[in-house]
């Protein structure tokens, strides 16, 4: 709708050729419009509250949302103890192969 709107306001009409119910340039084609957004829109919430419903009910089963660790709890404790012996973040992601922010998240 915003584009259309933009498209009409710089004083161009706009038909849709072979539906003939598309015409923006009628009352008809603009309601009809109009209605087919609000329709898209309702839409578009159902979805949402489904998604939400669905994730919900996942989360109560315990189904662990997002992606996987990157390490295992047993390298995340040695990341821990490395980078309070001093050693560098950069050192110690090179070595497990990962990314240095991953090794400081270990200190969250």
Known sequence: MAIIERISRR???LKVLDKPH???TTPIGRGFIA?????AED???RILERCKGG???AKARG???GHKPKLSEHQREEARR???AGESARRIAKSFGVHHATV?????
Do not use: W, Y
């Open 63 to 65: 189904v662990h949302m």
């Open 22 to 24: 598309l015409d923006l």
């Open 104 to 108: 400081l998240g270990t200190l969250a």
């Open 82 to 84: 490395r980078l309070e």
């Open 11 to 13: 004083g161009c009409l």
């Open 43 to 45: 839409e578009r919430k």
């Open 35 to 39: 209605f087919l957004s609000a329709m």
């Open 55 to 57: 994730i919900k009910a």
